[in-house]
């Protein structure tokens, strides 16, 4: 029988969901709602199918931690053997208390202050992926003061023809990311002369979910290009980033398998010394978790009938943000006749919709759970509407474990105070 929902370990039974061997019914009487649930074995199945299609080779499968930061979610990935890549000091953080490797960060994003680049070289992170020849002078002076040599790969955007791939947003001349491919060649002759910098490698990332390996080969196909031509000035690179990028099923994508995405990009690099390294992060975590939310009330229209949910775009912020979809399913099957909701939260927005037009046969007080929303979703919500943030719940096996409280009212307002 096929897997009918997008996160594997997720299954019906007796009519109740259950996330491995957990029901969502009782997480929610434990912990409230709205809660956030990951699956550890989803989670690890995740990045074993990374390590699994780069065995045999030189590869670092490095977690995007921006698309899920939660300490439990990282120490997952880290006793697994995972690197990480972030794109602030707060992420290097995060990573470091969750028992990350430093000696396995790479550090991604155009904006890096002062400040964060001391604690990336401080905690002797394993590179620094330099998106602007403005930054690379920056970092030499840091580093300088240190007395330290910082490694650096410049991100580099190959460019890829947005017209046979027109759903890239990244890897396009015109965008903020990255250093333009026709300048690359310079910078890193700068870069080699800069005395406090050791060239370590490259980087490049040209979008997020990414159905078709096609495009990742092309770009692919350009760095190496450019590897070759770096050595041939006498700059050798040890290692070569392809980023993240690998998208997954939310409603009826078809998404390859990892080892098929990986497989035209290993094949570019057939025979090569380079190490690989890898940022997946919807791919790994998006599937893996769910947004559980409760019925607050169900109100009926003449044009259309609301589900209004404890949940919201503060939560969620997928659907308002860019119309992302959703699946939406009941926790327990219920024998009332199924009608067409809007899912709609709380907060005073017309925008502030989960899903539109979706088919439940539900009641008042009844359990949702919105699936794919381990990735992007905690990580950008929000207080609005002085709403705290959601629990987060990893479940392993038949144990539920909180990593995240929810946070109370006063929390929310702790640092500020009314004029004197
Ligand atoms: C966001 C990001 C990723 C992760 O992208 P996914 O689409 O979630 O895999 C990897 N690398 C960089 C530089 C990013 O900005």
Redesign the pocket.
């Known amino acids: 029988m096929s897997q009918p929902y997008p996160t594997p370990t997720l299954r019906a039974i007796d009519g109740a969901l259950m996330l491995e061997n957990v029901a969502l019914q009782e997480i929610a009487a434990r912990c409230g709602t709205p809660t956030y649930v990951y699956s550890r074995a989803a989670l690890t199945s995740a990045f074993e199918a990374y390590q699994r299609a780069l065995a045999g080779r030189r590869a670092l499968v490095c977690y995007?931690v921006?698309?899920n930061s939660n300490l439990g979610v990282l120490s997952v990935f880290a006793r697994l053997g995972a690197g990480f890549?972030i794109?602030s000091g707060g992420e290097l953080a995060r990573v470091l208390a969750a028992g990350g490797d430093a000696g396995k960060v790479v550090f991604?994003g155009v904006g890096k202050s002062r400040a964060e680049m001391r604690r990336a070289i401080e905690a002797g992170i394993r590179c620094f992926n330099v998106e602007s020849a403005a930054e690379l002078e920056r970092l030499d002076e840091v580093a300088g003061q240190l007395g330290r040599k910082a490694p650096i790969a410049l991100r580099v955007n190959p460019d890829v023809d947005p017209k046979t791939h027109p759903y890239i947003s990244t890897g396009l001349k015109s965008n903020k990311f990255g250093v333009a491919f026709d300048d690359a060649f310079a910078l890193y002759r700068r870069a080699s002369q800069l005395p406090n910098l050791r060239v370590s490698g490259v980087a490049c990332?040209i979008g997020?979910?990414l159905l078709d390996p096609a495009p990742m080969a092309e770009a692919a196909q350009k760095v190496l290009g450019l590897v070759d031509k770096l050595a041939a000035e006498g700059i050798a690179l040890d290692h070569i980033d392809l980023?993240?990028?690998?998208g997954i099923r939310y409603r009826d994508e078809n998404p390859p398998a990892v080892a098929d995405y990986l497989a035209p990009l290993l094949a570019v690099f057939a025979g090569r010394r380079e190490e690989l390294c890898f940022?997946?992060?919807?791919?790994l975590v998006g599937n893996a978790g769910l947004l559980l939310t409760r019925i607050e009330y169900l109100k009926p229209g003449a044009d259309r009938n609301f589900a209004i949910v404890d949940a919201a775009m503060n939560d969620l912020a997928r659907p308002a943000l860019y119309d992302a979809y959703h699946e939406v399913v009941a926790v327990r099957a219920r024998d009332v006749p199924a009608r067409r909701y809007e899912i709609v939260g709380p907060i005073c927005e017309s925008g502030d919709f989960l899903a539109h037009d979706r088919s439940l046969a539900v009641a008042d007080g009844d359990l949702l759970a919105i699936l794919s929303a381990g990735?992007y979703g905690m990580t950008m919500s929000s207080n609005y509407n002085t709403r705290g943030r959601a629990a987060e719940v990893i479940v392993d096996g038949d144990r539920i474990h909180l990593v995240r409280e929810r946070e109370t009212v006063d929390s929310l307002y702790a640092l500020e105070k009314p004029l004197a």
């Open positions: 995007a921006k698309a890549d794109v991604s990332h997020s979910q980023g993240g990028g690998l940022e997946p992060g919807r791919s990735a």
